[in-house]
């Protein structure tokens, strides 16, 4: 098993542009999430999916989208970048009934100029 | 959800136990008490999780008194590789519509030859 993959590693944006932060799992986990981490900070929830076609807002959803049509796939899409959406941004999957049991992916280091 | 408080950081030597307490005095009757270990640049990784008592496993011991209302996380005999952020934090471990998991600052452990 890959286990939750996320691509791409590392990404520059100018402010205004808009991109897809891609999450990928083969555990065959319902739940998925994205969470971000600011440098000295815990991870805050964006959205978080409970299955396919189930979409839900987090803690700090604002500038992000996200959709859900295959249980293996979670992307996060920023609309219009801001710099203040420079951060670290995880994926995370887990089986609906062991919610506090999540496996995080490597993360995406997001830079916005 | 509730809150949890811990340690901003501790120090500790190699080959010692590292005891790791966590406050969270408003857990609900259906909160589980989770540990996540985070390395720089990396995802949080899944340590162990209880409900009361005491939970071991190959990694690391938690304890949770009748109350409920800590839980301390115990590290026999660390090594340099056990330094890393420690999250403790407190939910409910299942359910259709989590609010996910809730990440304070954590405990910055470091370990010392």
């Known amino acids: 098993n890959a286990g939750v993959t996320q691509t791409p590693k590392f990404q520059v944006l100018k402010t205004g542009q808009s991109m897809t932060l891609q999450c990928a799992q083969d555990?065959?986990?319902?739940?998925m999430s994205w969470y971000r981490q600011d440098p000295g900070m815990g991870l805050r929830l964006i959205h978080y999916?409970?299955?396919?076609?189930?979409?839900d807002q987090g803690e700090v959803p604002n500038g992000y989208n996200v959709s859900r049509s295959t249980t293996e796939d979670f992307p996060l899409r920023l609309l219009s970048a801001a710099p203040s959406q420079t951060s670290v941004y995880f994926c995370?999957?887990?089986?609906?009934?062991?919610?506090?049991?999540?496996?995080f992916g490597p993360g995406t280091r997001l830079t916005v100029l | 959800l509730a809150k949890t408080t811990q340690p901003i950081s501790m120090d500790s030597y190699e080959g010692q136990e590292v005891n790791i307490t966590c406050s969270h005095n408003?857990?609900?009757?259906?909160?589980?008490i989770t540990w996540y270990q985070q390395f720089p640049s990396q995802g949080p990784r899944f340590i162990i999780q209880g409900y009361k008592t005491k939970v071991k496993n190959e990694v690391a011991s938690l304890f949770i008194p009748a109350d409920r209302k800590s839980s301390t996380l115990s590290l026999p005999r660390v090594s340099l590789s056990d330094t890393a952020v420690y999250y403790c934090l407190v939910g409910e471990r299942s359910g259709g519509g989590a609010d996910g998991l809730t990440f304070g600052k954590g405990t910055h452990l470091i370990i010392q030859p």
């Open positions: 995370a999957s887990s089986y609906v009934g062991t919610i506090g049991e999540q496996f």
């Open positions: 408003n857990i609900a009757t259906n909160d589980y």
């Open positions: 555990m065959n986990h319902e739940y």
């Open positions: 999916s409970v299955g396919a076609g189930i979409t």
